[in-house]
Nanobody
Framework: QVQLVESGGGSVQSGGSLRLSCTASEYTYNSMGWFRQTPGKEREGVAVIHRDGYTVYADSVKGRFTISQDNAKRTLYLQMNSLKPEDTAMYYC???????????????WGQGTQVTVSS
């Protein structure tokens, strides 16, 4: 059973930056990704990365967010720059043994970390 632990959320002003981290208990995935959700809305994919480094981004974050991984540390990162109030959400890390894209159908999920961007 893969366990995922996120960290790095917080509050920042519009235009600011944050870096999220997600550490996995074991290295068994082919996909890892970041998703976000606000109350009353469906969870949406933000960015995903294949074990080999191939990445996919949601249009809303292209050019502002960067997903990366350190396989030796079993850690996933999301560097978020030029943050906007609409980026405010609970951010979740997810992993799967299959190659998945931005749909939130991953097998393993973290508990989430809150990101709040004020105007």
């Amino acid at each position: 059973q893969v366990q995922l632990v996120e960290s790095g959320g917080g509050s920042v002003q519009s235009g600011g930056s944050l870096r999220l981290s997600c550490t996995a208990s074991e290295y068994t995935y082919n996909s890892m990704g970041w998703f976000r959700q606000t109350p009353g809305k469906e969870r949406e994919g933000v960015a995903v990365i294949h074990r080999d480094g191939y990445t996919v981004y949601a249009d809303s974050v292209k050019g502002r967010f960067t997903i990366s991984q350190d396989n030796a540390k079993r850690t996933l990162y999301l560097q978020m720059n030029s943050l906007k109030p609409e980026d405010t959400a609970m951010y979740y890390c997810a992993a799967d043994t299959l190659w998945r894209l931005l749909a939130p159908n991953y097998t393993y999920w973290g508990q989430g970390t809150q990101v709040t961007v004020s105007s």
